[in-house]
């Protein structure tokens, strides 16, 4: 047996929706994340910068 294809254009609005908001949602996340990890390399670069250091390696 074949599957029915939804013929209603509701229910394919609908799904369309829900995958929108996924990716939508999913871009978020990636968008929060690489904040962050900028955020942490500016905070450690500041750090590093104000002991007198380049970085974790050791002074110049």
Do not use: H, K, Y
Not at 27 to 56: E, H, K, N
């Amino acid at each position: 047996m074949t599957a029915q294809l939804p013929n209603d254009l509701e229910t394919i609005r609908q799904r369309e929706n829900r995958l929108l908001l996924r990716v939508t949602a999913a871009l978020g996340c990636v968008l929060l994340l690489c904040l962050l990890a900028a955020a942490i390399t500016v905070g450690l670069a500041l750090i590093w910068s104000l002991q007198g250091t380049l970085g974790p390696g050791g002074a110049f």
